[in-house]
């Protein structure tokens, strides 16, 4: 067997990953039963569920550490772990998935 038949061989009986890696399905894929909005809304603590509204009424990062007198890089951990309890990637996402969930009002630019 040549090099490049070993080779496809290997190949062949490997499963290949196309797309997103399994730890990003674990986190962000659609389970089998939703959370309840009350469920998701119990596990954001109380100052992810104020940098969510506000994020809702289109502040920035910047904007939301002033009103909220943190540092502009706590507020950025909180945005990462509000992502891994709402299961999506981006901040469009959070705040759509926080309003159909009711956990955020429609956006209203200050």
Known sequence: MGHFSFLAAIALTKP???GRSATWKSRYEAEPRE???SAVAESLSPRE???LRLMAEG??????AR?????PETVKSHIKHMFIKLKVERRAQAVSRAQILGLA???TRR
């Open 49 to 51: 569920s104020d940098i």
């Open 67 to 71: 009103d909220l007198a943190i540092a």
């Open 105 to 107: 009002g429609t956006r």
């Open 35 to 37: 959370a309840s909005a």
């Open 59 to 64: 502040l920035t990062n910047k904007e939301i």
């Open 16 to 18: 290949v990953a196309f």
